[in-house]
């Protein structure tokens, strides 16, 4: 079971169109989206570790390949993505960690 919930009926993207911001549960759109074009979402910008990671198959050019939440990401990776505020907390804990 993922969570939020939602993601349930989402396709992840490494090259996603849409991103949730789940403190004001809004969707934001990421650019311009055709009509009938699938939403896709990049799972790490809410994940932060997945009990369960997946091949990507999205085959957009900067496919990460193997998604299992923003901690398995390296940070010049993650920049190029809007990250949730949960996410960016993490990541900053995680760099006052390594200052330490
Ligand atoms: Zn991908």
Known sequence: MLDP?????INHS?????FFDTQK????????IEIGEEFTF??????WSMDRGFDCIC???????????????PPNVLKKYKLSQYIQQKLKKDDDKNAL
């Open 42 to 47: 990049f799972y790490p910008s809410t994940e």
């Open 25 to 32: 549960r809004v969707v934001i759109a990421l650019g311009n």
């Open 5 to 9: 919930e939602f993601l349930q009926y």
């Open 59 to 73: 085959q957009s050019e900067n496919c990460l390949e193997y998604i299992q939440g923003a901690s398995h990401l």
């Open 14 to 18: 490494c090259n996603p169109n849409v």
